[in-house]
């Protein structure tokens, strides 16, 4: 295993971790993108989302700090090494490699760490605040009472308004009624069409009082 490089970003030290933890536990992790954390904007969060991220941070940092505490021992070096001289040099790599995993869990668990603070904080503003839930409840319920009165006026002022829009087309159908009479008789061809009515029903006020 190839010792970290100082210039590595946040990312990649992290993706060697989680394969360190892979090979210490002899676990699959799956693919890196769904296994590390996410860091989304905390403030474009909602408290269930950042309790959520913020237990699976807590999963991950427990897992590394279970590593490094010694409860859980590396997988390829269940087996003791034979311990004659002929194998020394070997033993010897082993325990370099051991202590760059242990280095490698050692960063991956600061930056797990660090990512975690700003979701944490605002999770622990939500849990601090959970005394004004019933306030913006109250306020909820007020507004909803409030809709309800306003939606009663919206169905009375309709209800009115389809009463209107039947008297107009009845008054229409009334006018129809005179215009047949008034063309079986009327010989002036200027008074073709001269009985309308004035004022025209908005096709807006129609499709309300069908709504």
């Excluded at 269940?78 to 325990?95: F, G, H, L």
């Excluded at 109250?138 to 009463?163: D, G, M, V, Y």
């Excluded at 005179?178 to 001269?194: C, E, S, V, Y």
């Amino acid at each position: 295993m190839s010792e970290l490089k100082s210039d590595l970003s946040d990312d990649e030290v992290l993706m060697s971790a989680y394969r360190t933890l892979s090979n210490w536990t002899n676990e699959s992790i799956g693919l890196m993108s769904q296994t590390i954390p996410k860091t989304p904007d905390p403030n474009q969060m909602s408290a269930l989302q950042l309790q959520a991220l913020v237990e699976k941070y807590d999963t991950d940092i427990k897992r590394f700090k279970d590593l490094l505490a010694g409860k859980v021992k590396p997988h390829t070096l269940m087996v003791e090494p034979p311990v004659d001289r002929q194998n020394m040099p070997k033993a010897k790599r082993t325990e370099q490699e051991l202590q760059k995993d242990i280095g490698t869990i050692r960063q991956g668990l600061s930056i797990l760490k660090k990512r975690r603070g700003p979701y944490a904080h605002k999770l622990f503003l939500a849990k601090i605040n959970q005394l004004k839930l019933s306030g913006i409840t109250s306020q909820a319920e007020q507004l909803n009472q409030e809709a309800t009165q306003i939606t009663a006026e919206i169905e009375e002022h309709r209800t009115k308004i389809k009463s209107a829009v039947n008297r107009y087309y009845q008054l229409q159908s009334r006018l129809n009624d005179l215009n047949t009479k008034f063309n079986n008789i009327n010989l002036d061809p200027t008074k073709i069409g001269a009985l309308t009515l004035s004022s025209r029903l908005p096709t807006v006020v129609q499709d309300f009082a069908k709504s």
